[in-house]
């Protein structure tokens, strides 16, 4: 018994300290991962910068189309907070360009770098993209109720109902960026371990 336990532990240590082939990616391989991934941060990034700019536009309007203070305050508190997501989503998650002198290992330090970073903006989402839209948000809600003209006679259920709509919206958001983020942490993980 004690000889095919030591037997064992040899045939592992011979195993364990063979070097192993190695799947390796080539420059191109990398180079065509980093593009494709930087074009779809580009068309993410299109499709926010454009929602935001049509919120920014149908609020604007609401904006000056009421004379209610405390609506002017939520209407304006929300067009700050797109434009808040915007900017932040420009300066932490827009593209960077793979440079074109780069070897094999640092073109694959800069994707892997770039893949972190994309993960860590999806990651941090009520920060900087859910939560700078709740207290304006919170404002139109409270306007709302407070310059019901009297045509909807029960204006509590109708702003409980739009809130939790508001909060069914914000949950799918928020998980299907934590699933993205997932993603993103299998393809580092898969990097690491093909090139250790």
């Keep these: 018994m004690a ?3 030591a037997r064992d532990d040899e045939m592992k240590n011979v195993w364990q ?3 192993g ?36 536009v149908f609020l604007g309007f609401s904006f000056f189309g009421t004379t209610d203070v405390l609506s002017r305050v939520g209407f304006g508190l929300v067009i700050a907070s797109m434009l808040y997501i915007a900017w932040h ?11 074109s002198d780069l070897g094999v290992a ?22 900087w993209y859910l939560g700078p839209v709740v207290p304006g948000l919170a ?3 409270l306007a ?3 310059t019901n003209p009297g045509h909807l006679n029960h204006i509590v259920w109708v702003i409980a109902a739009y809130g939790a709509a508001i909060a069914l919206v914000f949950l799918g958001v928020w998980r299907l960026n934590e699933r993205a983020a997932r993603r993103l ?9 093909l090139h250790g």
């Excluded at 640092?106 to 920060?127: M, N, P, S």
């Excluded at 942490?185 to 371990?193: G, M, N, S, W, Y």
């Design 89 to 99: 989503l420009h300066r932490k998650g827009s593209r960077r360009r793979l440079p």
């Design 3 to 5: 000889n095919e336990t």
């Design 144 to 146: 709302l109720t407070r």
């Design 185 to 193: 942490q299998e393809r580092i993980d898969a990097l690491d371990a």
């Design 17 to 19: 300290s063979q070097e």
């Design 21 to 56: 082939e190695g799947l390796r990616m080539s420059l191109d391989e990398i180079r065509l991962k980093a593009e494709k991934q930087g074009r779809s941060i580009e068309w993410r990034n299109a499709r926010e910068y454009i929602a935001a700019f049509a919120v920014v």
């Design 139 to 141: 404002v139109v809600m």
């Design 106 to 127: 640092d073109c694959l330090q800069f994707y892997r770098g770039e893949l972190g970073r994309q993960r860590d903006l999806l990651q941090g989402v009520w920060r």
